[in-house]
């Protein structure tokens, strides 16, 4: 029972694989270079929830899917690919979508991009409306001055509110996130429409779209999308509702 990830990069990228491999079997029950090793846990079950051939795949499918997307998640490169075969015959790829935040819009669920390295440790409040920059504002990562600088924003510059934690708003487009500004640089602009309906502070979620696609020895194949999340504790998970944190 065997099977290795493919990398892409020629034979630079299949020595690194093999060194990898050699590397992890020093290890009992270790991983490397994104090699699975048989009889190791699937990390991300639930991969294939949604796969029309879901029935057909083998547990070696679904841990190949799995730690595919693992070693996407580790490298967190928007449009990277993954590839990988088993030994029963199975093969497929996993590209890894951009960072979104879920949890945020109490309507509709919407996945809202975001920067992969957003802070989502807190609880964050409603807020509404338009906002505009009284000055050069440097919109962070986190809700402290000790968090990295995401993009500064030029004075008189108009963002949205997305939420707010004490003085400092996660502010963005009306179709992205840029990070959190304090409250005292930015001054109400009037208009907007509410992106949180009310209730009671809510941590969102830093998911990951994952676009998977699988070739069975028996010709099957099939093509499909599956949200995965971070968890608190910096692991990942697919959730078991998509869209919902």
Known sequence: MKFTILRAGGLAGLALAALGFLAACQTPGGGGGGIF???GPIALPGLDRGSSI???????????MSQATMALLQTGQTNAVQSWRTGNGGEGTARLGAP???GLDSVSGAPIPAPADIDTSVPLESATGNYVATKTVNVRLG???????????????LVRAYAKTGEWLLIGAADSIYGY???????AKGGGDPVLAGGKARRPRLCRDVSLSVTLA??????WSQLVCKRDD???EVPSERGLS
């Open 218 to 223: 028996s010709g099957q194949r099939d093509l």
């Open 181 to 187: 500004a304090h409250g005292s640089l930015l001054a």
């Open 100 to 102: 979104v935040l879920i």
């Open 37 to 39: 090793f048989p009889g």
């Open 234 to 236: 910096g692991t990942w």
């Open 54 to 64: 879901q029935a057909s795949l083998s547990d070696q499918d679904r841990a190949g």
């Open 143 to 157: 809700p402290s001055t000790a968090a990295p600088v995401a993009q500064t924003l030029a004075e008189g510059a």
